[in-house]
């Protein structure tokens, strides 16, 4: 199918994190009407003000209700989830596949966006596993987007920049695929003007190095060397139990980073060139100063 074919997409989520970036994507590119659905009751909402004011309709829905669902999303081509994980997003996820089956959606792009893991690896990502089935299952045609770390949250993946240390949760060596937001947005919209994308898996990758080379490039950045800690038993305390026993999103960091690199990418299939990761990490560090 064409991408002339779609004229409405639809971004549930679209003032979150990663959701704004992608419905300023969309805005940005002028090809498409743009809704964005947000979850009822109605409130103010800054980004959701800001979106309007470049052009997005912005609608609202209570998400158990499918009647409202309908008619949230009639006339919409293209559906984006942008939803974070959470215990509930496979269910959430389903309310919005069935109420686009039955209004027409020809494309669905669900909430993948990060690491590609299989079905068994961790309780976040397994909801998103587990949608995939359906989706799949579902006739409508699908697009998963695989990018890596996002870029933006490093810190979360153990580089300190204020203390200058960085954990490792792993071997140093161990490669890493990362892509800031910005970028995984412009992958989503023009996902929607590659023929290969129809029913298909996008990995894309702003960067892939190991966490020695990411290291390298933070203490280039704040001018300074890095205090490294080891912490490669997070994994076995949290399945074991023993104390002190990490949180489950401690437990999933290590996932993420332990999964975190792509055999091969589809960067040469997208008509630009993703940012240097420096960007990201000068950013980060101007902001931490």
Known sequence: MSSSSFHTVTIAGGTGTLGYYVSEAFLNDGSYKVKILRKKPENENEKANLLASKGAEIVYADYNQKDDLLKALKGTDVFVSTLSGSSDLYDIQCQFLEAAKEVGVKRFIPSEFGGEYKLGTHVFTDQKAKFREELEKSGLE??????????????????????????????????ISSTCMPDI?????????????????????????????????????????????????????????????????????????????????????????????????????????
């Open 142 to 175: 699908y697009t998963y987007i695989y990018n890596g770390l996002f870029q933006e949250y490093f810190a979360y993946f153990g580089f300190d920049i204020k203390n200058k240390e960085v954990t490792f949760y792993t071997d140093g060596n161990a490669k």
């Open 185 to 289: 947005a412009k992958y989503t919209v023009e996902s929607l003007k590659i023929p290969e994308a129809r029913n298909a898996t996008i990995r894309v990758a702003g960067a892939t190095l190991s966490i020695n080379e990411y290291l390298q490039k933070f203490e280039e950045a704040t001018g300074s060397k890095w205090k490294i800690i080891e912490d490669k038993e997070v994994r076995h305390r949290f399945q074991n139990q023993i104390d002190p026993i990490p949180s489950l999103f401690d437990d999933f960091k290590v996932v993420a980073i332990e999964n975190g690199v792509f055999e091969k990418n589809d960067n040469k299939k997208f008509s630009f060139t993703p940012r240097p990761v420096t960007e990201a990490i000068n950013a980060l560090v101007k902001q931490a100063q």
